[in-house]
């Protein structure tokens, strides 16, 4: 399925194709809630990175890479590089060359229909405050760190992986 996807202002068209469309993957950690996610998380799509076409004319592509307290105390900066509009905000994609072969776009940027996911997974509840409270509902999937599945992972056991 081709995704596609642009901020608010217009500054920044893209798209990718995506095996794993489905908006299942919410996301409480403070990163995600505090750059995209008002409702108290943010959900992160999968797509192939390879297939990711920019249209950004004016260059408003910023890039946030987080600093983040390892569990030394120690601070070092994120290798997830968060992909914004410097115009108007929008959070566009994560991108971690730890895993070059995929990029995450963030649904709230998508502006093809996406599927309706049948349950899903809340992750990071480590991290939410106290006035988020998740809508967990019969067939969600709760973690307070990562969850088990890749975002493939659950695609496949789903039978909702797209070839
Ligand atoms: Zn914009």
């Known amino acids: 399925m081709i995704l596609e996807g642009s901020c608010r202002c217009g500054a920044v068209r893209f798209s990718c194709d995506s095996h794993t469309p489905q908006p299942f993957m919410l996301c409480y950690c403070s990163i995600c809630r505090k750059t995209a996610g008002g409702g108290g998380y943010a959900i992160n799509l999968g797509a192939d990175a390879r297939t990711l076409k920019i249209e950004d004319p004016d260059n408003a592509i910023a890039v946030y ?58 992750l990071m509840l480590k991290f939410k405050p106290g006035w988020v409270v998740p809508r967990v509902e019969p067939g969600d999937a709760t ?13 496949k056991s789903k039978g909702l992986w797209i070839d």
């Open 65 to 122: 890479r987080a600093e983040i307290l390892d569990d030394d105390g120690l601070c070092e900066v994120s290798t997830g590089q968060r992909n914004f509009c410097s115009r108007c905000a929008t959070a566009l994609w994560l991108y971690d060359p730890t895993w070059p072969e995929l990029v995450h776009p963030f649904s709230s940027a998508i502006d093809s229909e996406l599927p309706v996911p049948p349950s899903r997974v809340h």
């Open 143 to 155: 973690f307070e760190l990562y969850p088990e599945q890749s975002i493939e992972d659950w695609h």
